[in-house]
């Protein structure tokens, strides 16, 4: 799950400093897109926690990604903006008692029947913002975005450089999700997720309480989830019932199984790659669905570990080693 | 540890049934654990000696009966809460983490018990757990395999880990389901050595095939068929005992 030699260590890092650049040569557009993509890493990281690290695949995972984004438009009714430093904790707040409640009762359940809980809950919050008015119902609503502001300081931008401070701040999220996820699955709470998901009745034998333990992830992975959400309203400044709805969440799943399920950086690359790959599927055919599909598929097949499978050449990586789940951490 | 005679009991049961439908696994069984002693329940295949394992150690709820664990009835607190009442329990069927290192498994099994520990802290930083786990590996002889990934581990090995999963948590009542079932004749050795330095701090229920090595360790038995008690006393009173040798122990008394 965890970063182990040098070689994958300097990778990352070069990853994330490439990410940096990235404005500095892209135009609007592709910062936009890049936003974009950096926001659907951070949902996809979300939920490896639950997916990859405890072993809990969620359809419903969604639900707390646009809570979030809606709680944004919740809190400017007025049209006057608010500060980053107000809108993201109560939105991820709002996304975590939301996960509270939808874990506290699915995962009483396990295997296929918390897949089909969790959509059905996932569909309940899709239908409150479709078929009532609280959020602007099936169109949608524009919101104020959040302004990076603090007291009486506030963060001056034009209109072109908003959506790379934007970037930036969606980029400074994601790496310090990534970071918070490595410390997590690296302390004695981390180990016990290892262990449910290696095997859970063992762990219930052990003296676990394993439904105490995969709610905690569940809760975490949420609010980790809103934080993608909050982001994206500061990106879109829009909310509608798609963003809560379960296409998201399929699509989750597919960015992490196109990355790797046995990787934090998996859903982040598989997450990269998805965007770029919608892009220019949508430049090249109009069947941009087919496109994707026909792409994620080749590579779950040809590469079982996905994207983050793919290997440096030896001289490169001095010692390499075989990646995914069955790669034992260096425990102890 | 208690003198002769005066044993207390930890561990018993009263009347304890488990059905699964039509089917009686365990029926009306009564049984008492006592500190310093080692009890072995024995019986042919199906008799329902893992069901009662399970009923004591908490995975199936009982259909009748009590469980009075040191005066109190436990029979409806969840297996996980057992652990730290200081019920631990081997699997007939071993049921390790076979992707995870050997020394890791155990020390899952010791963080389980660990109290105030901060669950945030680098796992790799608690030495004290890492410690107990390395013990507990000592005792049943797998340090030098403490690296390796538990499921490249031989059976006989794995049998071993089992038992140091077990042992890591520190009970005070072993419940250990056919322990020498896939261990070589050495390791089988070894364990015997094992239940008796630990049957001075533990009460143990050790179910097991083999009659030599029953005999040799058992302080006390109880022979069960087709879920119900067929005779309970001490080895050389089960030896004699006809009914016993008619129904399973064949020619070996
Ligand atoms: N979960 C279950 N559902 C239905 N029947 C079960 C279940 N578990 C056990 N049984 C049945 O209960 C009876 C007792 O099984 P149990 O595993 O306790 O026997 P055992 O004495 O441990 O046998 P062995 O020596 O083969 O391990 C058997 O007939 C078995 O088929
Ligand atoms: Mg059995």
Do not use: C
Request: hydrophobic letters at 50%; glycine letters at 12%; zero cysteines.
């Amino acid at each position: 799950m965890l970063p182990q030699s040098l070689g994958s260590k300097i990778a990352l890092a070069a990853g994330a400093l490439l990410l940096a650049l990235l404005p500095l040569f892209a135009s609007p557009y592709y910062v936009e897109l890049g936003s974009y993509a950096l926001i659907a890493a951070m949902l996809a990281l979300s939920l490896q926690l639950l997916v990859g690290a405890t072993g809990i695949v969620s359809l419903g995972h969604a639900a707390f990604y646009g809570l979030a984004a809606y709680t944004v438009y919740f809190l400017t009714p007025d049209g006057a903006p608010r500060s980053i430093f107000v809108t993201l904790p109560l939105a991820v707040l709002a996304s975590g008692l939301l996960a509270l409640l939808v874990g506290a009762l699915s995962l009483r359940t396990r295997g296929f029947f918390l897949l089909m809980v969790t959509l059905a809950f996932g569909q309940m919050v899709f239908f409150v913002f479709h078929d009532t008015k609280i959020g602007g119902g099936t169109d949608g609503a524009f919101l104020t975005r959040p302004i990076i502001a603090l007291f009486d300081w506030q963060l001056p931008l034009t209109r072109r450089q908003r959506p790379i401070a934007v970037y930036y701040v969606a980029l400074v999220l994601l790496v310090a999700m990534y970071l918070f996820l490595v410390m997590l699955l690296r302390s004695l709470f981390g180990r016990v997720l290892e262990g449910i998901r290696v095997n859970e009745h063992r762990m219930a034998a052990l003296g676990y309480s394993t439904y105490r333990y995969k709610l905690a992830a569940f809760v975490v992975a949420g609010m980790l989830a809103g934080v993608a959400g909050h982001m994206w309203a500061m990106h879109r400044g829009f909310v509608n019932p798609e963003l809560v709805g379960w296409h998201r969440s399929a699509e989750a799943l597919l960015m992490i199984l196109l990355g790797g399920l046995g990787t934090l950086h998996g859903p982040i690359l598989g997450a990269l790659a998805f965007t770029g790959l919608g892009e220019i599927a949508q430049l090249l055919t109009e069947r941009k669905l087919l496109v994707e599909g026909a792409v994620v598929l080749f590579v779950v097949l040809a590469l079982p570990q996905g994207l983050s499978g793919l290997r440096l050449p030896r001289i490169l990586t001095r010692k390499a080693e075989p990646a995914g789940r069955l790669e034992p951490e260096p425990h102890g | 540890m208690a003198d002769a005679g005066t044993a207390s009991a930890i561990l018993a049961t009263e009347g304890l049934t488990r059905r699964f439908g039509g089917l009686v696994a365990v029926r009306d069984v009564s049984l008492t654990l006592n500190r310093g002693e080692l009890h072995a329940v024995i019986g042919p295949n199906g008799a329902g000696k893992t069901t009662l394992v399970g009923l004591l150690a908490g995975e199936l709820r009982p259909s009748a009966g009590r469980i009075v664990l040191d005066g109190a009835d436990i029979g409806g607190v969840p297996a996980w809460k057992r652990t730290h009442l200081g019920i631990g329990r081997s699997f007939q069927r071993t049921n390790i983490f076979p992707t995870l290192p050997a020394l890791e498994n155990v020390r899952l099994a010791a963080q389980a018990v660990a109290r105030g520990a901060n669950l945030l802290r680098p796992a790799a930083s608690d030495t004290k757990l890492v410690e107990t786990a390395q013990a507990a590996l000592a005792r049943v002889g797998l340090s030098g395999v403490a690296a390796r990934v538990a499921g490249t581990l031989s059976n006989g090995e794995q049998r071993q880990l089992e038992i140091a999963m077990t042992l890591a948590a520190h009970p005070k009542v072993l419940l250990l389901d056919e322990p020498l079932a896939g261990m070589g004749p050495e390791e089988g050795q070894r364990l015997t050595g094992l239940l008796k330095d630990l049957v001075r701090e533990h009460a143990i229920l050790l179910i097991e095939h083999d009659m030599d090595f029953v005999f040799a360790v058992a302080d006390r038995m109880t022979v069960m068929a087709e879920g119900t008690v067929l005779a309970q006393g001490r080895p050389d009173d089960i030896r004699a005992n006809r009914e016993v040798q008619d129904a399973y122990l064949g020619g070996h008394a």
